[in-house]
């Protein structure tokens, strides 16, 4: 295994957690302490939570776009209005994190078993095209910073609050289970491709659920370990094209929450059972293969292009492990003083 510059990581991870807004960094006051190797403050810091104090500025920005929206808006529908993303699970490793703003048509839906009853009033293509354009043309009236090149969405810059926000469109979709239910957990979306004029189906709100309550499950040790991957895969010396935080995210899902319940100093317990996981999903295809999305409706490590790169990550999470357990056991002060990180 190669050794892994700890001071530029930390460098990097400082960097993800200042925010220019408020001019400070989202570290811990540890994170200075001369004291603690910089292995140990990598492993701990990479696990740690961005505080809401950052997250409620991300989340205020995505508030002001669905304001200037609503207010500006001429369309024959009505829209509703969700929001996605790391931010809602508390697994971003950046105060800064892109954000997404669902903006759904809500005049009517796509079942899962149709009742021959379809919507013919509009056509739906016409309509999300319209609500893009409109979109565009608002957000260029109140931001200076307005990106409409993505296939699915438009991307806008809050400048005041230093942040960026994805106007994702969609279509309702509604489950025979969510007809039954009416809970919002079996309902999903189709997103829009624009250029290709294609729906792609998605379940945001199971995933926000499902995530949300492995985390409770496990006193925040699931949310821990996908804050870890994160981050060691954003300061790889390889990049890593198809490990997505989609991907990182399954992976800990996958493991069961006894192995990832966090008390106190658990931090080389659950990186190891992470690594223990990243080690089965190599050794055995098939289990790869099907292990599941937190939604339960995809397979994303189906792909063979993902083992390559779970092996990189999984050789600097072994590399981590190793140099943080021998600078944690070797010094009972170390140990002591890590009970208050």
């Known amino acids: 295994m190669a050794n892994l510059d700890y001071n530029k990581r930390l460098t990097n991870l400082q960097n ?79 105060v800064h994190s892109d954000f997404d703003l669902l903006t759904i048509i809500d005049r009517y839906h796509y079942p899962e ?34 990106d409409d090149t993505p296939d699915k969405c438009i991307t806008i810059e809050n400048k005041n609050l230093k942040r960026k926000v994805d106007i994702v469109f969609a279509y309702w979709y509604n489950s025979d289970k969510y007809e039954q239910t009416r809970n919002e957990f079996y309902r999903g979306v189709y997103l829009y491709n624009f250029p290709k004029k294609q729906r792609l189906q998605d379940f945001p709100f199971a995933t926000l659920e499902n995530v949300n309550y492995k985390g409770d499950q496990t006193n925040d040790g699931s949310r821990k370990a ?62 790869r293969m099907y292990v599941k999305s937190p939604n339960g409706t995809e397979f994303p490590l189906w792909e063979s292009d993902t083992v390559p790169e779970i092996r990189l990550l999984k050789n600097d999470l072994d590399q981590l492990i190793t140099d943080a357990a021998n600078d944690i056991n070797k010094s009972h002060v170390l140990q002591r003083s890590l009970l208050a990180y």
């Open 113 to 146: 078993t149709s009742n021959g009853n379809n919507y013919t009033a509009s056509d739906p293509d016409t309509d999300i095209h319209d609500l893009r354009r409109q979109a565009i043309q608002i957000m260029r009236r109140q931001y200076d910073n307005v």
């Open 16 to 94: 993800r957690r200042f925010d220019p807004g408020l001019n400070e960094s989202a570290v811990t006051k540890l994170f200075s302490a001369y004291d603690i190797p910089e292995d140990v403050k990598y492993l701990y810091e990479s696990m740690r939570p961005i505080d809401n104090k950052y997250n409620d500025r991300t989340i205020q920005a995505a508030e002001n776009v669905r304001t200037h929206l609503e207010r500006d808006f001429n369309l024959h529908f009505a829209r509703a209005y969700r929001t996605q993303g790391s931010v809602k699970t508390k697994t971003n490793i950046r």
């Open 226 to 287: 996908i804050r870890l991957l994160k981050n060691l895969r954003a300061d790889s010396d390889t990049e890593l094209k198809f490990l997505k935080s989609f991907q990182l995210t399954s992976i800990v899902h996958a493991i069961d929450n006894q192995n990832l319940y966090y008390h106190t100093g658990y931090e080389l317990s659950i990186a190891t059972a992470v690594s223990n996981e990243m080690q089965k999903l190599l050794d055995d295809p098939s289990y």
